[in-house]
């Protein structure tokens, strides 16, 4: 079964991206990604990473805009209103632990503004464009927790944070994995002493030339579902590894590719961007369990002595994804706000 090439606005969607368009967003994608990448945001959340955003624009037909200095993109999911994340600059920062730090002493500006001056015209700006495109309230998706509190004390509008566990992003700390602590004990373990040890087993870098080969594997998995199903639940994950492929850069991301008696059997992509932290991107294995055998050579061999947390992202509520990184032993759930706006008075 061939893959969706693209996810099919409605027609109030598509006329909302339009609008957008003429209100001076662009629409993202590969070549947008250079100004994603040297954007320095802020955040633990891999929702808000330069890549998520970037490798999965084709699927929810994204636009962005720089506003106030802040990294604005719009996303249309099917059945959902389109609504905006914003990423942060970088004098908006977290510390390890995930609390936000005390910004009362920063300046953005010769006058002496504070830093929450600068979100609140972003919301003032992005609100004036939802009312505009026919919204009668602003939605911001993927507020962390540790700004939470900001984003609701925006003065001049009444905030309703809504909040669910399918779209909390799973840490793991590398040495739960590797020590098969929590619930990888239990679940896991077992999985992965069919490969540790195992002869026939090696690993090659996933490098600038022999990236491509990850689309093979892809290709591989796909033959085994259903593409209507795929799409309409999350997107076309081969169109986003499509676009991974071709903005990945060893310079910029790591990947490992396992073989298990000379043949191909799996891949692993992963990025090194924040402090302390790591986001997994893509994987998958051909071999039943081999993925999980994957993310524990990459906590073991790649993360152990630098990284604090690795973020493997959400379930989205899918069953599948959610037994699958809970009995992985996650260390915590981070959060993630949909944060409603609606103008006092309005």
Not at 103 to 114: A, F, Y
Not at 231 to 254: N, Q, R, T, V
Request: glycine share 10%; hydrophobic share 40%.
């Amino acid at each position: 079964m061939q893959p969706l090439t693209e996810r099919l606005l409605s027609a109030r969607d598509a006329g909302v991206r339009n609008f957008l368009l003429r209100q001076g967003f662009l629409p993202a994608g590969r070549d947008s990604y250079p100004l994603f990448r040297d954007f320095k945001g802020a955040g633990r959340l891999s929702e808000l990473t330069p890549t998520v955003s970037t490798i999965w624009s084709r699927s929810f037909n994204e636009v962005y805009k720089l506003i106030e200095g802040h990294l604005v993109t719009v996303f249309f999911f099917e059945g959902m209103e389109p609504y905006f994340e914003i990423n942060r600059p970088r004098n908006n920062t977290v510390d390890g632990c995930g609390n936000a730090v005390d910004r009362s002493s920063i300046t953005v500006n010769g006058d002496g503004e504070s830093a929450s001056t600068p979100l609140k015209r972003v919301i003032d700006i992005l609100y004036g464009i939802a009312v505009g495109a026919g919204f009668p309230e602003l939605r911001v998706y993927a507020v962390e927790e540790a700004f939470l509190e900001e984003f609701k004390g925006i003065e001049g509008y009444e905030v309703k944070a809504e909040y669910s566990d399918d779209h909390s992003e799973y840490a793991y700390r590398p040495q739960d994995i590797v020590n098969l602590s929590g619930g990888i004990n239990h679940k896991k373990s077992t999985h992965l002493n069919k490969f540790i040890g195992r002869e026939g087993i090696s690993f090659t870098p996933m490098t600038n030339d022999n990236r491509r080969l990850c689309l093979d594997i892809e290709k591989e998995w796909c033959t085994h579902q259903d593409c209507a199903v795929c799409s309409a639940f999350a997107g076309c994950e081969l169109k986003a590894l499509e676009i991974m492929a071709d903005i990945y850069d060893d310079d910029f991301y790591e990947g490992l590719f396992g073989y298990v008696d000379g043949i191909l059997a799996g891949f692993i992509i992963w990025e090194k961007r924040n402090e302390g932290r790591a986001y997994l991107h893509f994987g998958k294995g051909t071999i039943r369990n081999f993925f999980v055998y994957l993310i524990y050579t990459l906590a073991k061999e790649k993360l152990l002595a630098e990284i604090e947390f690795l973020n493997i992202n959400e379930d989205m509520g899918k069953e599948g994804l959610r037994r699958f990184k809970r009995h992985l032993g996650a260390h915590e759930l981070w959060r993630k706000y949909l944060c409603i706006f609606v103008k006092r008075g309005a």
